[in-house]
């Protein structure tokens, strides 16, 4: 099996599982670490958008010298699709309620992929502290790499069509709406719950989507807060910088990779 781990250029979890449980299976981990801590990836700018300047992709023709992928594993970065920054009617980037005017009065109505305003990212500025300030200018910034990096994934899969392809973020985040919704790109739900797979750790509920059931498993058991460093919480457990936050437990990913290694096999009885 060919694996291509997007975003895996963190602590390069995926990678880790792959050599500690699967020494045959070949993966190509590929991304950019933030912290830059790590080399164990290719060095690969997946929110690239130089193919309008240019005419051409950049990323694609990079990954056009790779093997292609039986296997396609993405994480892409969250920040932008979280619920974890709260504002009275949505979060630092997106709106999920708006106010209407109507000969009635006014009405808040849902709305999903409503940009957040600046003013009412001001008010709420006022009232945060420690973890949760944050910069207007880093926010738009964020929240451009995020729709970059969640519409490459799709671009990579369309691309190069592995057998299998599973994408990993918060079971809250929008960026499964934004799949549905403003692609029309459906997938399986797969739940799993990281403290089932590393007991000492966070509940963390987090939704693999993918085009084959993984038959995940989930915990029902206290979660630990995951607080920044700045923050003046006290008594909570800290979980210092990106790449940390964003660990996977390998048992979780060994899980998922036994799924796909029998898929995979069913696969090629069938041809």
């Known amino acids: ?16 599982a792959v050599e500690k449980y699967f020494p045959d299976v070949e993966i190509y981990s590929i991304g950019i670490d933030i912290e830059n801590k790590n080399d164990h990836f290719i060095h690969l700018d997946l929110a690239d ?24 594993l993405a994480s892409p970065p969250c920040e932008s699709w979280s619920q974890a920054t709260s504002l009275k009617n949505g979060t630092n980037y997106w709106q999920t309620t ?30 945060r502290s420690g973890a949760f300030k944050a910069c207007w200018h880093k926010t738009i910034y ?18 190069y069509k592995p057998r299998i392809w599973i994408i990993e973020n918060p079971q809250t985040s929008k960026i499964w709406d934004y799949y549905k919704q403003i692609h029309n790109f459906v997938g399986i739900r797969n ?7 590393d007991k000492e750790g966070l509940k963390k509920p987090t939704i693999f989507y993918s085009n084959i059931f993984l038959g995940l498993k989930t915990r029902q058991k206290k979660a630990k ?15 210092y910088g990106y790449n940390n936050r964003s ?14 290694i029998k898929d995979l096999e069913k696969q090629k009885e069938v041809i």
């Open 142 to 159: 964020n929240q451009v790499n995020g729709i970059l990096c969640a519409f490459n994934t799709l671009r990579i899969i369309e691309r």
């Open 1 to 16: 099996m060919i694996i291509w781990a997007l975003f895996d250029s963190g602590n390069g979890c995926y990678k880790q």
């Open 98 to 127: 708006q106010e209407i005017n109507t000969l009635f009065g006014e009405y808040e109505v849902p709305t999903t992929f409503t940009l957040q305003t600046k003013k009412n990212f001001d008010d709420a500025l006022e009232k």
């Open 191 to 197: 739940v799993a719950h990281y403290n089932y797979y």
């Open 225 to 239: 807060v995951v607080m920044n460093k700045k923050s003046d919480v006290h008594d909570r457990e800290v979980i």
């Open 247 to 260: 660990n996977i437990p390998l048992l979780l990913i060994k899980d998922i990779l036994e799924t796909c």
């Open 49 to 72: 958008y130089s193919e309008i300047f240019t005419g051409e992709s950049e990323f694609f023709k990079k990954l056009d010298e790779l093997p292609r992928p039986d296997t396609i």
